[in-house]
């Protein structure tokens, strides 16, 4: 029996999206979340980041999205939620 080629591109893709792994790991400690590039996220239970090179931060929530500073570049934004109830709810920065 043949497919229909839009049934089976439906097949593929959602095979493909199952196999992808999660990208987030939560601790006692908070959340790590890992980049498509390689780098590791690590958001602290006191709003602090940190990264897998070293670097040093903030990070918090804004409209269903995160935030992560890191001195010396610009923010980074990730549009979508932490799914770890290990972090709290991080305020901006002087709120």
Not at 14 to 31: F, K, L, R, S
Not at 36 to 45: E, H, I
Not at 58 to 68: G, L, M
Request: proline residues 8%.
């Amino acid at each position: 029996m043949r497919l229909p080629s839009c049934l089976l591109t439906l097949v593929i893709t959602a095979t493909a999206a199952t196999a992808q792994a999660n990208p987030w790991t939560c601790n006692d400690n908070g959340a790590a979340y890992q980049q498509s590039d390689g780098k590791t996220l690590y958001l602290g239970k006191s709003c602090d980041a940190a990264r897998s090179d070293g670097k040093a931060g903030r990070w918090w929530y804004a409209a269903s999205a995160f935030i992560v500073d890191f001195p010396g570049e610009t923010s980074t934004r990730f549009p979508f939620e932490i799914p770890c109830d290990t972090v709290p709810y991080c305020k901006p920065p002087g709120l």
